[in-house]
């Protein structure tokens, strides 16, 4: 029996068959990766002979941070990755920009006992690089109901473990999430939890559309100071340190802070030869709207342009003229109230991780 003649007498349309195979195959690689979990963690208990401590050192990092990139693309499949054993970053979980797992236990469980075996996650390839998290609600009473970063000593009622949904990389894949959700799942039954999940396609969904939102919020202004003649290197760094600038880690750019934030930046320039312009640079989703970053590097612009000559000119090289100027900020006014209203402030850390 051919393949047209099984689709007539099973009644499925050449759509209807196609979801059926490729929900079979997406069942069939949930169903390998548990056992591959399965098999890394029976391995990591027999080889078990380092001490507490040691366990303890190997903490598996929920905060894997996304390799850096200039250009929005989807995420790649092809590398097997390994979990670092890292520390976390200082992010909190945040369902507006993660999908979370929940998983609730009858009696508080030891951290320790989580810990170890999360540890066994690093044996088995993961296939992504997208930034897990994991925070427990501690189970003594005496503490505040907040959720924190797992300690060995402490128990938990309750444990969230989350995945980012988007980056400027692109939204999460179906084999990422699907891999995630596989693994909170096996964790779910070694620990005896039960187990809050959202659906996957639901979660893909929201995937694209923080995509998209941060596709259309994702923008870089930018401020060119053109100078008459070209400006002797020691004189343009001396006149950007008045300014308040500092030099940059590789000594190619200069930044401007307030209070201890990266308000912006300079494009990088050669610090062995003549300056004959310079771009000031603002990544306006990383800063807060209050901070008036436009502003204030528009009025920056202005002071180094009247100090060494020069004059503020668009990317063609033509002059900055006020209309100009005016459109720029009633465009951020409206992209500054879109991040507002899809809960992702500008400057906010929520901001920080969609955008990065």
């Known amino acids: 029996m051919d393949l047209e003649q099984i689709m007539t007498a099973l009644g ?134 907040n959720w924190e970063v797992l300690r060995p000593e402490s128990s938990y009622s309750e444990l969230q473990l989350a995945i980012q949904l988007a980056s400027r990389r692109g939204p999460i894949g179906v084999l990422e999430l699907s891999d995630f959700c596989s693994r909170a799942q096996a964790l779910a039954e070694t620990l005896g939890s039960q187990i809050d999940m959202p659906s996957v396609n639901t979660m893909l969904e929201s995937a694209k559309e923080l995509d998209a939102m941060a596709a259309e919020s994702d923008i870089q202004l930018s401020i060119n100071v053109l100078f008459d003649e070209a400006c002797p290197g020691a004189n343009f760094d001396a006149l950007m340190r008045k300014r308040g600038f500092r030099l940059s880690r590789n000594g190619r750019a200069y930044e401007f802070f307030s209070n201890g934030t990266l308000i912006f930046t300079s494009a990088e320039i050669d610090p062995n030869a003549p300056v004959k312009q310079v771009t000031l640079l603002l990544e306006v989703p990383l800063v807060s709207h209050e901070e008036r970053a436009f502003e204030r590097m528009l009025g920056e612009g202005i002071e180094i342009a009247q100090a060494a000559h020069g004059r503020l000119v668009d990317d063609n090289g033509i002059n900055l003229t006020e209309a100009a100027v005016i459109s720029i900020r009633q465009h951020l006014d409206g992209l500054y109230a879109n991040l507002e209203k899809s809960g992702v402030p500008a400057g906010s850390s929520t901001a920080s991780r969609l955008f990065s």
């Open 12 to 145: 499925l349309s050449d759509l209807q068959f196609a979801l059926a195979v490729i929900g079979l195959l997406i069942l069939i690689a949930v169903f390998i990766l548990n056992i591959k979990y399965a098999r890394a963690r029976r391995n990591a208990k027999a080889a078990s002979e380092y001490s507490l401590d040691d366990r303890f050192a190997k903490e598996p990092s929920f905060a894997q941070g996304f390799a850096e990139a200039e250009d929005r693309s989807e995420p790649s499949f092809g590398q097997t990755i390994l979990s670092s054993a890292s520390a976390p970053e200082s992010f909190s979980i945040d369902p507006r920009i993660d999908c979370v797992i929940t998983l609730r236990f009858d009696e508080g469980i030891s951290g320790a006992e989580i810990l170890e075996e999360m540890n066994t996650w690093g044996d088995v390839p993961a296939t992504t690089t997208v930034r897990w998290m994991c925070e427990g609600l501690n189970a003594d009473v005496d503490v505040a109901e």
